[in-house]
């Protein structure tokens, strides 16, 4: 869908950017929850998504324990053996992939903390006047793309809708 959207250079339509893919893909799954009411009924899958939320979260830490602070690759599957509930072969294909892919293993809650805090800087400056629809419209509108390019893209929107 990306390569369709006008005006915009064709390195924005082919690189993934994973950081605001993986970010909305994230903030979705839980303004299902908290903004749509999807699991009020569901008690169980609401659990099923923290859970995955929270895997995302140990990705997180795991992924900047091996590469900035140099944990080595048992106590990067150590930590995520206490954390997630995981198999140790589950674990071990997840270290693995974070080895040959620095980095990568963070886009997902980044992205998606990111998206939250620009929503709340909208909803802030905005008040009675944010409307989520043409928030998720506007973030929408231009394809993936590097987060603080995304920032300047919120933060003018929001001007323009003083």
Known sequence: AAQLIKNVPFLRKVSPFSAYTEG???YSER?????????????????????????RAVR????????????????????MLSKTGMTEDEVTREIERYVVWPGQATAYKV????ILRLRAMAEKELG??????????????????PLEILEESVTLWVNEQK
């Not at 303004?31 to 939320?53: N, V």
């Not at 992205?111 to 990111?114: C, D, E, T």
């Open 31 to 55: 303004i299902a929850s908290s903004d749509m009411g999807m699991y009020k009924d569901d008690p169980l899958g609401d659990l099923g998504r923290l859970q995955a939320e929270m895997f």
């Open 24 to 26: 909305w893909a994230l």
């Open 60 to 79: 997180l830490v795991v992924d900047t324990g091996m590469h900035a602070k140099r944990w080595s690759r048992e106590e990067a599957i150590d930590y």
């Open 128 to 145: 009675d006047d944010f409307d989520i629809k043409e928030f998720h419209e506007m973030v929408l509108l231009n394809g993936a793309m």
């Open 111 to 114: 992205g998606q903390l990111y």
